[in-house]
């Protein structure tokens, strides 16, 4: 595993630079795993841990609930699909968080704000990707499928979802990245709750290992969700080139 | 013709119907703090009159375009780099999949530390968001060059750095743009959220200080103004590169 | 004898034993063909002589000296048309002159005479997204000819083409050999078009790839080009090769 061979490179630099004190902020690699080791049993971390899990997966939850039937939708009826289609398209790369202070002053402070804020990042890039997997389901599939006689439910069901599942998936993957970074800026702006709230108390105290070390694990979270996604992906691969 | 006007019918009334649905929303009396659509626009036009927007515009457009020129130099060198040399790419690739998929927003607060709440706080902020998807798209650019196109230069006994030359930067020249397009995308993201976590200034100020007074429309009306301007921004490059790019 | 291999071997990465044990010489001034059905190495064994791909084994001599690479002498035709898609048809005609530092004027000129020749007249400043498949086909064909390389070596370049294009293109082809003194090893899958066209043709069996026969159609070529479909040495040589083919599909 060559990229496994590169990101101890990084790790021994890391090492090196830390014990050098080339930086005030950057402590040695060990330092910093030793303060993940040391913060992760706590219960301070594991209530923030919580309450970040709880964030993070309702708003994916609410963004899949939504975004991919809305997907299908837009994809299967064209009206729909031209009256959404600008407003997705614009929302995808929008900055989202310029509204979460809209959200702030409407909903309040606390966790419901950063539950919107996760549906908002991520319900967009997944409305879209699921059109676009549904709009280019294989005309000659669904022909096909309607030649033999295939019920609404069964056409849905056994041609179109699957064969647009590679895109849907992709986009929940993105969509699971963006959440990612949903419930930490919405944690953040909100200031008092989460792992937002321990990014501050790290920072402001300057309690760089312990920093370092909340952000390792929450990068890796963060990858961690996407590779899993990715995996699946790489199940529904296999056909994906040949539709 | 007609598929044209379909087109713009469609969009025009894509507006009407998000703006009649907001107007509605905002009658509604969920909350004091969600202003209906009419209120909100006059909001925006007193302040385009009066200048508050424009000044403010100017002074949040510094970091932005600051962080996304620098990116773009630095970003597309490097993307490049990574796309010829397998050692880079071996050494930099996990890095920068790493860094895509990471909520950066995490390391701004450290940065205030570090830099204070200045303008290289923030344009470091932009730097480290558009980063990433630049470099990428350049790496990606240049490593998808067509392979017939790279032996029919070998056949004609073209040297590496002719092929590089002639083949493989023109390929990549429409990935490249691309990568500049969501970097600036990326750059519009990571400048909202340096305003709200760093320190107010420009746009940010405005909405700090308007949410502060209560003056919800025009909160809502400077908010709406940033995505607006991000988004028309975006589109007009997407224009730009279809023409570049056919 | 123009173009010799020997004893040509090739395995691939994974593994898979390409060709083996080769021996062909192709005559000056002739268009030979490689035929058989898909796997057997045939545009393997044409990469190699153009020295595009590495071998493993054995030797291939142009004017009885060794070649490892590509060189002035051998132009290559490309199945995929492998045209710059950001330039027009004069650059993209002129290019091999250009890698060679031919100054521009001097090779746009070249250029288009080739241009005009393969019967794109007209056309110098289209880009390929505006060209048909043929009209591309025509463009890499001028690209090979404007180089003046004695050895024009043509991998399957009318597969991408319609029947109709395909057919024309045969019959320009043969007409624009006639005027130009060139060697050509050809590669199709189509045994039309190989007894059409070939003056030799090498039945290669697939894997690993070797030759199994050595065909040459007793057609008679001066004939005008709808007449040689129904030369009875064209329909011969057909009926020969396709016996001696079928047993592979």
Known sequence: ?243 | MKSDFGQRGWQLASFVFFFALWELAGRWPVSPAFPPFSQTAVGLWEMILDGTLGKAYLITAQPLLLGVALCAVAGIAFGIGMGLSRAIEWLSLPVFIILQAAPMAAIIPLLTYMYGIGLTSKVLAVIMLAAPVIVMNSYKGIRNTPPSLLQMCRSFQGTRVQEVLKVVLPHAAALIFTGLRLGLAMGFIGIVIAELLITPTGIGDLISYHSSVADYPKMFATIASIVAVAAISLHLLQRLERRLFP | MIVEVKNIAKTYDNGVEALRDVNLSFPKGQLSTLLGPSGCGKTTLLKIIAGLIPRNGGEVLVNGKPVDGPGPERAFVFQDFALLPWADVLRNVAFGLELRGVERKQREETARRYIAEVGLKGFEHRTPAQLSGGMRQRVGLARALTVNADIILMDEPFSSVDEQTRRKFQEDLLDLLRHHQKTVIFVTHSIEEAAYLSDQIALLSPRPGTVSRIVRPDVDRKKAPDEIRRDRGYLDTVDEIWGMLRQYV
């Not at chain 1, 009206?79 to 202070?101: C, D, E, H, Q």
């Not at chain 1, 699971?176 to 200031?191: E, F, N, P, S, T």
């Not at chain 1, 929450?218 to 529904?236: D, G, H, K, N, T």
């Open chain 1, 1 to 243: 595993m060559k990229t496994v061979l590169s990101l101890v490179v990084w790790f021994v630099l890391w090492e090196i630079a830390g014990r050098l004190k080339i930086s005030t902020i950057v402590p040695p690699f060990s330092a910093v795993i030793e303060a993940a080791i040391e913060i992760a049993p706590t219960e301070k971390f594991g209530k923030a841990a919580i309450i970040t899990l709880r964030s993070f997966g309702l708003g994916m939850l609410l963004a899949l609930a939504i975004g991919i039937p809305l997907g299908v939708v837009m994809a299967r009826v064209k009206g729909v699909g031209r009256l959404l289609g600008m407003w997705v398209n614009i929302f995808v790369s929008a900055p989202i968080s310029a509204l979460v202070p809209i959200l702030m002053a409407v909903v309040g402070i606390g966790e419901t704000t950063v539950v919107v804020t996760v549906f908002l990042f991520a319900v967009f890039v997944i409305t879209l990707d699921t059109q676009v997997g549904i709009t280019h389901a294989d005309r000659s599939l669904v022909e096909m499928a309607r030649s033999f006689g295939a019920s609404r439910a069964q056409l849905y069901s056994k041609v179109l979802f699957l064969s647009a599942l590679p895109e849907i998936l992709a986009g929940v993957r993105l969509g699971a990245i963006r959440g990612v970074k949903g419930v930490v800026i919405g944690q953040l702006l909100v200031a008092i709750i989460g792992v937002g709230e321990l990014f501050e108390v790290y920072s402001n105290n300057f309690l760089m290992e312990e920093f370092w070390a909340l952000v390792t694990i929450v990068f890796l979270f963060a990858f961690a969700i996407s590779e899993a996604i990715a995996a699946l992906e790489r199940r529904v691969e296999y056909y994906a080139a040949s539709r």
